[in-house]
């Protein structure tokens, strides 16, 4: 999304401001993160299963990009349709989750630690449903033209 499409997205309303002021961040803040941190604990990232977050992400900021589209009005919540704010901030985050875990980066980058046959927590290609190696060639043996 452009600057300028971020621009002319509605700001929440007042009262919506009102209502997200007077939650209690102090203790939504964190429970949003155990979530977040329990979202991605037991995901594939770069071929390792719990490994790190592509892009340098922490399961934290997950919390921090949701509550930045709700206040930006990227992402509209309806106190109308969904009460709970901290369950339409989950929402967000397991949305923000996915995208991390579906993009290019995550299915395409692998790490050193796994691509080590002794790794513990390695995946091949192969083990990964639905991966697509992206036509990536090997050479069947080092030493040989």
């Known amino acids: 999304m452009s600057r300028t499409d971020r621009n002319s997205l509605p700001k929440p309303?007042?009262?919506?401001?009102?209502?997200?002021?007077r939650h209690p961040w102090e203790l939504a803040l964190p429970r949003l993160q155990a979530y977040?941190?329990?979202q991605v604990r037991n995901l594939v990232w770069s071929g390792v299963r719990?490994?790190?977050?592509?892009?340098?992400?922490?399961?934290?900021?997950?919390?921090n990009t949701a509550i930045e589209k709700l206040m930006t009005g990227r992402r509209r919540w309806d106190p109308g349709q969904q009460p709970d704010l901290e369950d339409f901030?989950?929402?967000?985050?397991?949305?923000?989750?996915s995208h991390l875990a579906e993009?290019?980066?995550?299915?395409r980058v692998r790490t050193e630690s796994s691509l080590s046959p002794d790794a513990e927590h390695a995946f091949t290609l192969d083990d990964m449903e639905g991966s697509?190696?992206?036509?990536?060639?090997y050479p069947l043996s080092a030493g040989h033209d």
């Open 89 to 97: 901030l989950r929402g967000v985050i397991d949305s923000e989750v």
């Open 36 to 38: 977040a941190r329990s």
């Open 103 to 107: 993009g290019w980066e995550n299915r």
């Open 13 to 21: 309303s007042a009262a919506i401001l009102a209502l997200i002021a």
């Open 50 to 63: 719990a490994g790190n977050m592509p892009g340098g992400h922490e399961a934290e900021d997950m919390v």
């Open 132 to 137: 697509d190696p992206g036509g990536l060639q």
